[in-house]
T-cell receptor, first 113, second 114 residues
Framework: DAMVIQNPRYQVTQFGKPVTLSCSQT?????MYWYQQKSSQAPKLLFH???????NEADTPDNFQSRRPNTSFCFLDIRSPGLGDAAMYLC????????????FGPGTRLTVL | GNSVTQMEGPVTLSEEAFLTINCTYT??????LFWYVQYPGEGLQLLLK?????DKGSNKGFEATYRKETTSFHLEKGSVQVSDSAVYFC?????????????FGTGTRLTIIP
């Protein structure tokens, strides 16, 4: 059974048109992460929530926002997508310790036209 | 903070060959170490981990030993299969103080040819 679910798997949007990607988890984990992964690169952390505490990475553009309405769900909002935002977006969870693994969803492939 | 250096790819091997993908780390203390695998079009999956020095993680025929003397966590498999074709990432916590963020290596793309 899937533990970290991302919808949709593929998203096409137009340049400048806001888009929202969603993630849900059945693990009841404290921490949820959003990563951006471009071709042939390692995942790049955009931000994460520890419970309701939002932690933004210093180099994450303002164009990227996130919401976590409850433990199970987390959303990534891209306010004005540019061509450079085309990437795979990965959601992950963690039980809250550096000893524990991160569980990743299958990702959403975003295309910007 | 902690950091990891991973062998550059791509790596191409024939089926049943022996695999080594090198990973060395810089860290204070002895953080947990992880290998993640990413199959085409998918998210990352934990392949194996080791939580303390001299531990050996193993899964699906892959092994890695946490070696504090050489600060290494090399990934090995004795006989690779076509289905092992994927990108492999070495990772460790960004810092040792209850930090839940990971630092990833650059990834090594592995292709196995029949």
């Amino acid at each position: 059974d899937a533990m970290v679910i991302q919808n949709p798997r593929y998203q096409v949007t137009q340049f400048g048109k806001p888009v929202t990607l969603s993630c849900s988890q059945t693990l009841n984990h404290n921490v949820m992460y959003w990563y951006q992964q471009k071709s042939s690169q390692a995942p790049k952390l955009l931000f994460h929530y520890y419970d309701k505490d939002f932690n933004n990475e210093a180099d994450t553009p303002d164009n990227f926002q996130s919401r976590r309405p409850n433990t199970s769900f987390c959303f990534l909002d891209i306010r004005s997508p540019g061509l450079g935002d085309a990437a795979m977006y990965l959601c992950a969870t963690n039980a809250g310790s550096s000893y524990n693994e991160q569980f990743f969803g299958p990702g959403t492939r975003l295309t910007v036209l | 903070g902690n950091s990891v250096t991973q062998m550059e790819g791509p790596v191409t091997l024939s089926e049943e060959a022996f695999l080594t993908i090198n990973c060395t780390y810089t860290a204070t203390g002895y953080p947990s170490l992880f290998w993640y695998v990413q199959y085409p079009g998918e998210g990352l999956q934990l392949l194996l981990k080791a939580t303390k020095a001299d531990d050996k993680g193993s899964n699906k025929g892959f092994e890695a030993t946490y070696r504090k003397e050489t600060t290494s966590f090399h990934l090995e498999k004795g006989s690779v299969q076509v289905s092992d074709s994927a990108v492999y990432f070495c990772a460790l916590p960004e810092s040792n103080f209850g930090n839940e963020k990971l630092t990833f290596g650059t990834g090594t793309r592995l292709t196995i040819i029949p």
